[in-house]
């Protein structure tokens, strides 16, 4: 009975053929990796946050990181911790332990903790309110922004960022992401030569990984998205009830026409 079941001849020269296959490919794709461990970036313009306003989870430890990492030069004018806490499902206590500064009630907009002229004088420019700012620029933009820091010593701050060329902002997550330098290459546009971005090299390791520093980005983006909306929370969690009442009516519906139907032939 057994060797019906074993693979002979053409087919079992296939069947070896495609494992062949197979493991070419994944080699390939793991050599991509090592070599991509090195060199990456080249495609920087195409990131996406793929955040999720329904991730609960990723929310918390947004606003955590967001509180902890950016607020003490960007504001949320526009919300208050209570509702973060609500919204968030974080309990009162952990709230006002964690989130709330000591020096604020939870009932406080999250006002930075420098003061605008400070500001000025240290990058030259006041750090923006992020309250909207994910409405204004887009998640995604938020995310390549978070991750395209550069090191670059002609800078006042020492780095450069490739979505906002000259950016005011310092590096102020590279403890974690690590240094990474961009290397350029030399183009010709219309007989003159132009340097363009070609792809990222990490100079010092951070104390994250790669993809730990990617979801620590999409964290805080993801926690910017929802404070520029914060409605799109119940929004969603209304529009399941909406979908769930429309397929119980239907089937009422349903029900019904059959009960009228029943003696129409
Ligand atoms: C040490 C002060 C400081 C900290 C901390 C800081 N920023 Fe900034 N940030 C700035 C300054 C200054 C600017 C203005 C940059 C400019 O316009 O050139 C800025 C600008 C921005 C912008 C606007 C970019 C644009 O396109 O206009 C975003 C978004 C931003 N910061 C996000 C963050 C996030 C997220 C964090 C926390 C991980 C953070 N910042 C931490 C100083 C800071």
Known sequence: MLTRNRLT?????????????ASVASAGAAAQEASGATGFGSDWHS???????????????????FLNYCNACHSLQYIRYARIGQDLKIPADLLQQFLVPPTRKPTDYIASSMPA????????????????????????YLYQYLTTFYVDPSRPTGTN?????????????????GLKR?????????????????????????????????????DIVNFLDYVAEPAQLHRRALGVWVVLFLLVFTWLAWLLKREYWKDVH
């Open 117 to 140: 002229e400070d500001a000025v004088n240290w990058f030259g420019k006041e750090p923006p309110d992020l309250s909207l700012i994910a409405q204004e620029r887009g998640a995604d």
């Open 9 to 21: 001849g053409a087919p079992r020269r296939a069947v070896l053929a495609l494992l062949l296959v």
């Open 47 to 65: 990131w996406k946050a793929g955040n999720s306003v329904a991730d609960l989870a990723s929310l918390q430890r947004g606003a955590r990181d």
């Open 182 to 218: 961009a290397v350029f290459r030399t183009v010709a546009v219309n007989g003159a030569s132009e340097q363009v971005f070609d792809h990222f090299e990490p100079v010092v390791p951070g104390s994250l990984t790669r993809e730990q520093f990617d979801g620590f980005a999409r």
């Open 161 to 177: 960022n490739l979505a906002l060329d000259t950016t005011a902002m310092p590096d102020v997550v590279s403890q974690l992401e």
